[in-house]
């Protein structure tokens, strides 16, 4: 099978693609999967890692740009379709998939140009804006969410979850290695995220009665790792702290409690571990998508829920010393949650390409 997955620029785009391509890789070891992303976006630091190939194309985004970057960016796209033609005669693919986001539209154009297959995923309830104009012009949909917006009435449209990495899979089939403390495992997204940041840190005060019980792990994103570091040093915290985790798995089966931001492909993993979490919703989300996609959890005893406006040091710290104190409560809502996984959806979104190819 030759595959060109389309977009990236953020975890939650690239982390499910690169799920697809080591399905497609155990499928048939001869498979070439290669990636298409923008020039400069996370997925040149992650993909040559994880073993695929990647190729780059000149796009950038029109949304929250200025009027001037809005104009300067919209010239890029008939190169960028341009670009994405010359690749797809360079592999000869018999599949284009589109992952979202605005790296992905000039790829599926292209494809559609050139007559081939070509299909997209929507990680979250509510698509994006290139996802919803894709979304006319491809022959499969898959969604993350039975409560997807848009796409759940459309007869191409498949319920099949969000893909998740093989190495997240497996380990989640692994115990815990306890501590001995109760573990909070703080994450704001691949690239990190400072508000959440320092919220963590203004709770640190209040969550002095409970110090000695805690162990912390926080992904602080690489801008703000060394101010955290120092933070939970002077505060006598003890913490494990990182700007980037490799290995989610481990920090998974470890955390009792996720304080987290509510992406797509962080509520997939908390389903696949059935762990609880309190869930803080990115504020500027695009149609507010985080807070909608938190409330599919909070509406199923699988999470908390705190709106970024309302959080503070203290309440947070209130939660945290709430659920430490309720081991039934955590555990319950860990088992919610677990219900909701879709640990197979890598596998069921290759078998739909694979008919939707006729083999």
Request: one cysteine or more; a neutral charge; hydrophobic letters at 40%.
């Amino acid at each position: 099978m030759r595959v060109l997955v389309a977009g990236g620029g953020t975890g939650g785009h690239l982390f499910p693609g690169i799920a697809l391509a080591e399905e497609f890789k155990r499928r048939d070891p001869e498979s070439i999967c290669v990636f298409v992303g923008a020039r400069g976006g996370i997925e040149s630091k992650i993909i040559p890692r994880e073993g695929f190939g990647l190729r780059s194309i000149d796009i950038k985004g029109l949304k929250g740009k200025s009027f001037k970057e809005k104009v300067c960016n919209l010239f890029l796209i008939p190169q960028s379709i341009y670009q994405s033609i010359a690749l797809i005669k360079e592999y000869n693919p018999e599949l284009v998939i589109g992952m979202g986001g605005y790296a992905s539209a000039p790829v599926v154009f292209a494809a559609l140009l050139r007559g081939i297959k070509r299909v997209i995923c929507e990680q979250n309830t509510i698509p994006g804006i290139t996802n919803r104009i894709l979304a006319r012009f491809v022959n499969s949909i898959f969604i993350s969410f039975s409560e997807t917006r848009y796409f759940s009435s459309m007869k191409k449209a498949r319920f099949t979850g969000n893909p998740i990495r093989k190495k997240l899979i497996d380990g989640s089939l692994k115990g815990k290695e306890h501590k001995g403390k109760f573990t909070l495992l703080i994450l704001g997204g691949s690239q990190g995220a400072h508000s959440l940041n320092e919220k963590i840190l203004d709770a640190l005060d209040y969550l002095i009665p409970v110090r000695e019980s805690l162990n912390i792990i926080h992904q602080t994103g690489e801008v703000d790792y060394q101010w955290v570091c120092q933070v939970y040093k002077e505060k006598g915290f003890t913490s494990e702290v990182m700007g980037f985790i490799d290995d989610m798995a481990a920090v998974y089966r470890d955390a009792d409690l996720v304080i987290c931001r509510a992406g797509a492909t962080t509520i997939s993993e908390l389903t696949l571990y059935g762990k609880s979490s309190v869930l803080i919703p990115y504020p500027f989300a695009a149609d507010n998508h985080q807070e909608i996609n938190a409330r599919v959890l909070l509406d199923k005893g699988a999470a908390k829920m705190v709106l970024n406006g309302d959080l503070t040091g203290e309440n947070l710290a209130e939660m945290i010393i709430d659920l430490t104190a309720d081991p039934i409560a955590v555990s319950m809502m860990g088992e919610n949650a677990r219900k909701l996984g879709k640990p197979g959806a890598a596998e069921d979104i290759v078998d739909s390409c694979y008919e939707l190819l006729g083999s």
